[in-house]
Structures are given as C-alpha cells and as structure tokens.
C-alpha cells in the first residue's frame, strides 16, 4: 500500500507540471492517483502514453530525466512510474539513450534501473560499474550498485548457516571486494559507515563458506563456524 505522505507527493508534482501542455494528461494522472482515484488515474495516463510513446527522441528523454530526479527515486515503485508508462516509454527510451551515448553515466544508471534488470540475461552490476566509472561523483549509481550487491548477497546467505548458500559464493567474494572499494566514495558518513558494516560482515561469511567448502571433511557448516569461532553471525 502506498504511504499516504508518497500520495501527496504525486498531487504536489502534479502541480509542478501542470503548465506544461503535453505533459497536461500526467499531471491528471498523478493528481488522480495522488487522491487514490486509481481506475480515472490509469484511464488519464493511457491517453498520455497515446501520445507520449510517439514522441521524439528529445522529448521522451526530457521526460526520461524529469522521472529521475533524485528527490523522486522513492516514488519509481508503480507510483511515479506504474508500469504501463516504463513499458510504452521509460524502458525504451533508457534503452535508445544508452545505445546513442554508452559512455554516459546517467544512461548507463537509468539502463541499470529500468531495464537490465529487467531484461533475461542482461547485468544491472556491469551498467551500474560503469556509471561509476564514468562519473565517481555519482551518489546514485555508487550507493545502488551497494545495495545491490548487498541485497543479493544477503539472498545468497539466508540459508545459512544450516543449510547452503544459493549462488557462487566466489562471485559474490569478487562483487563484496568490490562494493567495499566503492563504498569509500559515499558521500554520507553514516551511510558509508553502515554499509562499510553490512559488506564486511556479508565478506566473512561468504569467505568462510567458500573455505567450509574447499576443505571437504563432511563437517557441517554451522559446527565448522562453532569450532573456528567464527564468522560471528553465524554463532547468534
């Protein structure tokens, strides 16, 4: 369920775009939706996307941009972008962006958001490496490539330590050395520090499973932890 403050954001962003004359059937559709009038809100937003999916290039990016704005990021969830609008538009504007610029950084970022993760066999990591890459100064890219790793890593681990670890903990090994490298350009003290946390602990096991495993003794994985003392999570 969307939180009531997230619904106030759409009418107030409504408000913003109002005066703008092909975005006008957006504005309704965030109104609409911002007041919990869901079934008017979607008629609204398919006459926009009539439109819209049709537009050039330019305008579709400028779109594109306006969506991405930092300050919205919380709303991407079927909220700000339901998906009708990241289907017909988002995706595939992201996508021509990224092949006519694939050394921007922000290209490289919203492909990673809106459609490698999306996409069977493509890698959000690789485009979100390189956004970094591109551009160090980008907070976006960096702190979601983190959680990222974070988040499948913590997957990866939630077996343990009774029963295995899903994945290639040696991926994981590599893509944790990494987001501890990267972590160091967080801007946020406090963020840098939770994360800091977060990966080394998630490195630990994961580098003690991998351990656990080269040896072969028949042991399981929570008595060889017990007997070594550690990774310490996995003695709570």
């Given at each position: 369920m969307p939180r009531n403050e997230d619904l106030d954001r759409l009418v107030t962003l409504?408000?913003?775009?109002?005066?703008?004359?092909?975005?006008?059937?957006?504005?309704?559709?965030?109104a609409l939706r911002g007041q919990g009038r869901r079934v008017e809100a979607l008629r609204a937003l398919d006459t926009?996307?009539?439109?819209?999916?049709?537009?050039?290039?330019?305008?579709?990016?400028?779109?594109?941009?306006?969506?991405?704005?930092?300050?919205?990021?919380?709303?991407?969830?079927?909220?700000?972008?339901?998906?009708?609008?990241?289907r017909r538009v988002v995706a595939p504007t992201a996508s021509e962006w990224l092949a006519r610029e694939p050394d921007s950084a922000r290209a490289n970022y919203l492909y990673a958001i809106h459609v490698?993760?999306?996409?069977?066999?493509?890698e959000p990591l690789a485009y979100l490496r390189k956004a970094v890459r591109l551009d160090p100064a980008d907070q976006a890219a960096r702190t979601t490539f983190i959680r990222r790793i974070v988040a499948y890593t913590q997957n990866a681990q939630h077996e343990l330590p009774w029963y295995g670890y899903l994945g290639v903990a040696s991926e994981d090994i590599r893509d944790l050395r990494d987001a501890l490298v990267m972590v160091e350009g967080v801007a946020d003290p406090a963020l840098r520090a939770a994360f800091m946390a977060a990966l080394a602990e998630l490195l630990d096991t994961a580098e003690a499973w991998e351990a656990f495993q080269a040896?072969?003794?028949?042991?399981?994985?929570?008595?060889?932890c017990v007997a070594r003392g550690g990774p310490a999570r996995m003695l709570r």
């Open positions: 409504a408000e913003t775009i109002a005066d703008r004359e092909a975005w006008r059937p957006f504005a309704t559709y965030l926009f996307l009539n439109d819209a999916e049709n537009w050039s290039f330019a305008e579709r990016h400028a779109l594109l941009l306006w969506l991405a704005a930092d300050d919205r990021a919380s709303l991407f969830d079927n909220l700000l972008i339901p998906q009708p609008l990241w490698a993760g999306a996409e069977e066999g493509a040896l072969g003794d028949g042991a399981d994985f929570a008595s060889w």
